[in-house]
Structure formats: C-alpha cells, structure tokens
DNA sequence: TTGTAGGCGTTATCAC
DNA sequence: GTGATAACGCCTACAA
C-alpha cells in the first residue's frame, strides 16, 4: 500500500538508482531531475523503508540502552541526558530493561549480534570479557556509564573519592561514629559503586584514626524500604552511629524515615547524607554527594555517537567531578 | 563475519529453506533433520537477521512508545508497566521522547509508515484525525494511555471525576475557599486532563452551591518551580483559598514550598490535595487524588499486544479508578 | 518432508 | 549524471 522508491522512479521517468542518489542526497545528481524527483515523492508522501535500508546498509540507526530497572530515579536523570542528545541525532532510543540474569544476558546476547542497534550504552551493568570480545567481533560500539570495563570507553563518578567525600563531610562536622547503609551489589550486573563508596568511606576513617566497623556497616538491597530497616536496626545498636552516609538519596529517605521511626530528631541527634543529588533532595533539604546524573548520560551518548560517526574506538575514562551539598540533614554530632 | 542461514545450511547438507522452517519451528520438518540443523546452529553460534526478517516479514517486532517528556515521574510509572508486559513479549521497546512540536509531528510521521514499529502506544498525547487514518491505512495498531481519540482505544483516568473527587473531600472537611493550581495544556499534544480535572472541581464545588473563581484558578506550565510560583500569588489574595488542590503531585510539592514560604503551616492554614500519588506523596504524607499510573501502562500494553496478535481493533475505552488518599496535608479550614 | 525460486525495498558497483 | 544489476539475509509459495 506504501510507495516504494520504484513508484517514484517510475512516475518521475527515472530509475530507482537515480531516486536513491536523491534519497541520499549524493551530489552526482541533475538538479532539474531532482526537483523532479522530489516533487514526486511529495506527492506521493513517499518514505524510504526502514527495514529494507537496514538490510542493505547493515546498519540500523539505532542505540540500545541496556540497564537493569531503568525507572529508578538516578537512571531515569541520566536517560535524559542520553535522550538529550540522542534526539538531535538519527538515532533511535531502544530500551533494555533488564531484571534479572536470564534477562541480562539475553539482551547482551541479542544486541552482540549488530543488527538491532549500531551501538550499546551499557547503564550500571558491566559485561563479561566474553561479551566484549563478541562486541568487537561483531564491530558494535559500545560506552559504559556508571560501570567499568579496560577495554571500553566509560562514564563513571569516581566512588572511592565521593565515599571519602561523604565521610570526610561527616568528620569535620565532629562525628566519630559514621555508619554506612549501603546496596549489595546484584553481582551479576558487575557494578560495584556501593563498594566502592564503602571503601572511600573507610579510607577517609582511616585517616583519621578511626575505622568503619562492622556493626556500622549494614548493606541490603536497594530502596527505601530496605534502608529503613537498616537504619532501625543501626539506631537499635547499643552505641548507635550519629552520623550515616548512605549509597542513594532513596535509601537517605528510608533512613530518614527510620530516624522518624525512632523518634530521632535530624539533625540534631542524627546526620544524615545521601548520594546522587536527585530532585527530591533539594525538596528536602538533603544534604547529598552530588552526582552529575544528567551529564554522565550526555557524555555517555556523546561519545558513542561520535564512535558511530567513525571517531577513535580505543577505550577512554571519563570521571565525573563530585561534590557534597550540604543542606539540613548534616550538622555536629550531640554533645 | 556473521553467519548465515546458508552458512547453516550447507553444514547441515540442507536447503535453507529448510533450516528458515526450523528456525521458526514449522511443524513440517523430519525430527531428525530439525536435530542436525539446531546443532549445526549451536555450533556456528547463528543467529537469523533482524533486519532481514524485518524487510522479509513486515514485521518489526518492536513497539513505539511516544509521549512528551518521559522522564517525568508520572509517565515514567507508566513505562514501568509497560516495560513489564513487554519483556515477556518479543516486542521491543523503542522510545520517542517529543519535547516540541516539531519532533512530536516527525515521530508520528515517521510512525505512521510501519516499518519501525508493529504498534504505537501514544502516552499523555493525543493523534489527529488524519494521523489515525494513516495509521489505519498502514495497519498499525495503536493505543492510547492518559488520551483518547473515538477511533482508537485508549486507558484513561477519569479526571472529571478526580477533580469532583478532590473538590468533595476538601468539602468535606468544611472548606469553602477552594482553589486550583493546573498545567496549561500544551495544546499540540491535545490532552486535557488538567482542563477536565479543574472541570470536575467546579461541578462539585456547584453542587455546593460555590464557584471555581477565576482568582482561584492559576494555571502555569507542569513542575514544581511554576506551581511554587503560582501558589505565592494565591496566599497573597486578599482572601486567600483555604484549600488548594493541584494537577499534579509534583505541582504539591512547588505548593507545599509556596506555603512554607509565606509561613504557613499545612494543614492548619492551608490543605493541600495532590494528583496522582507517586512514590513520593508517601514519603511526605501529601494527600492526593491516586490514579493507578503503574496499571494504566501495563493495561495499555496489553491491549496493544493484544491487537498484535491478532485481537479486535474495535476501540475500547478503559477508564481507571481513582481514589483519594487521605494523609497529613489536608485538614479542616482556620477557623 | 524438502528443495527451488522469487520477492521484500534499498543501496552500491559497475558500465555507459 | 544515469541506468542496469547484483547483493543484503530471510521467508514462503510452489513443486517435487
């Protein structure tokens, strides 16, 4: 029922070569024909098939984002910078949405091949050597953000300094007793940020003479449910932390609201510090490590498209700037 | 570099029509054949052609969600359903994010041609009449989610019926000053659920023997800061509303901000009704008017697939339950 | 049950 | 500058 370019060659008294050139806009082409050639496809609302355009040139105009559960609101802020800059392009957004194991490695598995997207953002998920080799294989560009690989180029805010950031935030208010609520890593999807975080944290600690112990370490999955028992049980402790830094601004909002649970006034006899800096936190007052969500999703995009455009491959390290924003859930430990 | 199905089929010492049947499991094919060609398949690591079968089928196996700014948390609730039924489909998910006019029209222009998407699921934006045509005439399914059109089936909430439902409970607790904040509609994307929301108040607040005055109707674009904006100028009436009930939850927030503001007090100065009941409106206690987003995205999907294969087109109007949650932002009027 | 052949709508490589 | 012609990789009658 769709015209096809045959149509329009045939009504324009040309051959279908000729309508392509026009198409394409290749410069070998009469400007008399071409005028002619365009009226036609005018009038006949003519459009180049997608599908038969992929077949022939082997590339689909279009980027996969893989990322295990996209609506969370610190994948959703760096989707936007994606779509920011994928919108100018010719590029279509396909989505990924990645639960579980088997779903992970299906998606990989499909988009390895090349011909369902020209290239991968890989959002908070990190692939296997294997997969990265099949990658190459199969000529697909590919960008990582909010995760790491030696081989691919990546957006990443560089954890260890935002956990010492955080704790060093914490320590110069005078707290002693830091605490962290952290997010188990879904191993499977190799992204160790909450880890990391942890670990800054702890170096932070160290510096100072003090430790981040055990007891004061409680991890579980993410969200704000979770956190908030974490938090209860963490105030529960006989020698309860009066400062927490936590992996997410959701999970701050869980211990804020287990610090309400207890009866505990922030920040008076609590500090609380999110991660990410999402909208929300600003409402709140939040004091947070500010991660430039959108930017890394900008980026992230950015180089891929220029990757696409022929630009060099060869893997580089992008590391976004953080910083703490201090607002009202941070202030001296109780006397 | 990739394999074939011909590749596939001379190992097998097969034809590869043969090995197409196997691929999609036409019953008509010795067992004993099937077996050698699924190893040889295994062995090469073959997977068919996407584009291929695209341009040999006419069928993308994919569906287009478009819809303005899909990072706003209401929409973005509605992919989660949508994500949800269609990972268990084959369908890919392909986003359209339309912040303008122009890319709204481009997106729906190239839609309409059916050889990027099997199905289109429109989502708070509302087609033309000679845009359903096309869709008609290219046999693309499509459904609507928060809009409508006669011709097409759409998933909408009731909003005539939520603005009477906000209006009655602020009635209820005694208030008689009632007024609205609302989202202009942008009137390219032809959905008017803030116009039939406030619609809804007024026929309640008639029923009362009151009026929706225009002092009491500020109106602005979507987001907290405008909403902030608009609620400053009510509290500065003369006679300012005693009851405000807003579009949006995110439009609460910017109300709940004008309030702290001008240092009142909610809800002993003023109560403050929000729409939607995202995840937030929990955490702050705001009381709102909930509206199943989630549900609206999974049931818009499933009619959509539906369709796909195979099911009536007939339009069909689902309309979704609203109810109010009562929390801690609404209360009686000041005495 | 299996092979053959034509077609899906473009692009690209040739000659002319 | 333009027109044939051959891919691109799969599906699907139709024949055998």
Redesign the interface.
């Known amino acids: 029922?769709?015209s096809t370019i045959h149509d329009v060659a045939r009504l324009a008294g040309v051959s279908a070569g000729t309508v392509s050139r026009v198409i394409n806009n290749s410069p070998r082409v009469d400007p008399q024909t071409r005028a002619r050639v365009l009226q036609v496809i005018e009038d006949l609302d003519f459009?180049p098939?997608?599908?038969?355009r992929?077949?022939s040139t082997?590339r689909?105009h279009?980027i996969g984002v893989v990322t295990p559960t996209?609506?969370r609101p610190s994948v959703?802020?760096r989707?936007?910078g994606i779509?920011g800059v994928l919108?100018s392009t010719e590029y279509?957004?396909?989505?990924?949405?990645v639960?579980t194991i088997e779903?992970r490695d299906h998606a990989l598995?499909?988009l390895t091949?090349?011909?369902?997207a020209d290239g991968l953002l890989l959002v908070g998920l990190g692939p296997t050597d294997g997969e990265v080799a099949r990658l190459e294989?199969?000529g697909i560009a590919c960008v990582l953000v909010d995760a790491e690989h030696r081989r691919l180029t990546s957006i990443v805010g560089d954890d260890v300094t935002g956990g010492r950031l955080a704790a060093r935030h914490l320590l110069s208010l005078g707290h002693r007793k830091i605490a962290a609520v952290g997010e188990s890593p879904r191993e499977t999807f190799n992204t160790p940020a909450s880890v990391l975080r942890q670990r800054g944290m702890e170096l932070e600690l160290r510096a100072h003479g003090l430790d981040l112990y055990p007891q004061y370490t409680a991890v579980g999955e993410q969200g704000?449910g979770r956190a908030r028992e974490l938090a209860s049980e963490l105030f529960e402790l006989p020698d309860p932390p009066t400062g927490i830094c936590c992996a997410s601004d959701v999970q701050a909002?869980g211990v804020l609201?287990a610090a309400r649970d207890a009866g505990l006034s922030v920040p008076r006899d609590v500090s609380i510090v999110g991660y990410d800096d999402l909208?929300?936190a600003s409402?709140l007052g939040l004091t947070t490590v500010r991660q430039p969500l959108f930017e890394s999703g900008m980026q992230g995009a950015s180089l891929l498209v220029e990757q696409l455009n022929g630009g060099s491959r060869s893997p580089r390290q992008e590391v976004l700037k953080l910083e703490v924003v201090e607002r009202s859930t941070s202030g001296p430990p109780p006397a």
Chains 1, 2 share one sequence.
Do not use: C, K, P, W
Request: overall charge negative; cysteine-free.
């Open positions: 029922l769709a459009r098939s997608a599908s038969a992929r077949l082997g689909t279009s996209f609506t959703v802020e989707l936007r779509s919108v279509e957004l396909v989505v990924y949405n639960e779903q598995d499909l091949r090349g011909d369902r294989q199969g704000r909002l609201e909208e929300i409402y």
